[in-house]
């Protein structure tokens, strides 16, 4: 049988004493000469088209640098869902970033968010798989399904192993949408 160094020995935790004693310095916790804080403006719509955004009273708020809106950013063509910049044109999911706030700090940023304007005009939206798969649902992906979608199989893609599948089960699992996950600094 094989000697293994680390199984079933403790481990010391070379950096636990720093951990406790609260001298580990953190990513939000360095400071850096002109360092700019961000805060994202989402959408509270599962779908809407974005008539327009004003960003004019947020630039107005002592220390907010700069409001970017997908005009400011290039045109690229998202892959997938995840891949998105800020909404351009539409949005199609609630929380998809429509503007970013630069600010000199994060009181600065938050203040100048709540400053901006949207102009929605909420579209019909898909809300369950029945729905989406009526002839008539509204289209996520208007020119088809991105070319370089890492999830195709949520698009509706089957793999090529169910063909050969002896059983294939088909349910519906109601609950809730929303993923959780523990932040660390």
Do not use: C
């Not at 995840?82 to 600010?103: K, N």
């Amino acid at each position: 049988m094989a000697s293994h160094s680390f199984v079933g020995k403790p481990t010391p935790l070379l950096d636990g004493r720093a951990k406790v004693t609260g001298s580990t310095r953190f990513t939000p916790d360095l400071t850096m000469p002109g360092l700019l804080h961000a805060r994202f403006l989402t959408s509270p719509y599962a779908h809407a088209a974005i008539r327009g955004i004003d960003a004019a009273a947020a630039l107005a708020v002592p220390g907010v640098v700069a409001v970017l809106t997908a005009a400011d950013m290039p045109n690229i063509v998202p892959s997938s869902r995840t891949r998105l910049l800020l909404a351009r044109d539409r949005v199609i999911f609630v929380g998809q970033p429509v503007a970013l706030v630069l600010a000199i700090g994060e009181g600065e940023a938050e203040d100048g968010l709540g400053k901006i304007q949207v102009d929605y005009d909420p579209l019909p939206a898909v809300i369950s798989i029945d729905a989406a798969l009526e002839p008539d649902a509204p289209l996520l992906w208007r020119n088809g399904v991105p070319s370089g979608s890492d999830n195709a199989s949520m698009h509706g893609v089957r793999p090529a192993r169910w063909e050969t599948a002896l059983t294939i089960t088909w349910n519906s699992f109601p609950g809730e949408t929303r993923g959780g996950g523990n932040f660390k600094p």
